[in-house]
Nanobody, 124 residues
Framework: QVQLVESGGGLVQAGGSLRLSCAAS????????MGWFRQAPGKEREFVAA????????YYTDSVKGRFTISRDNAKNTVYLQMNSLKPEDTAVYYC?????????????????WGQGTQVTVSS
């Protein structure tokens, strides 16, 4: 079992920055690929970013490329999402997820481990 706890969400003005953190426990974190998803009101959950277990490869949805950066610290069992140049359309609940890269990017409905989510609100 893996427990994931997100933090760092909040209210920010457009153009501002936030850093989300996801702390993992319960299983060897360094063996897991990790990802961030988000869900806006009335919309389906969507993939935002993923990082391989080693941190050697990262992936982003087009709408956040150049603005968001995913990273991880395996010594701290934590994955981060640095969000810069935030836009009102980034407003959503952001979820951390842990599984294989295949599930994170291709079949997210099969992801085993999810955090509870953290709200990000970007005002215009």
């Amino acid at each position: 079992q893996v427990q994931l706890v997100e933090s760092g969400g909040g209210l920010v003005q457009a153009g501002g920055s936030l850093r989300l953190s996801c702390a993992a426990s319960g299983r060897t974190f360094s063996n897991l690929d990790m990802g961030w998803f988000r869900q806006a009101p009335g919309k389906e959950r969507e993939f935002v970013a993923a990082i391989t277990w080693s941190g050697g490869s990262t992936y982003y949805t087009d709408s956040v490329k150049g603005r968001f950066t995913i990273s991880r610290d395996n010594a701290k069992n934590t994955v981060y999402l640095q969000m810069n140049s935030l836009k009102p359309e980034d407003t959503a609940v952001y979820y951390c997820a842990a599984d294989s890269l295949w599930r994170l990017r291709i079949v997210p409905d099969q992801i085993f481990y999810w955090g509870q989510g953290t709200q990000v609100t970007v005002s215009s």
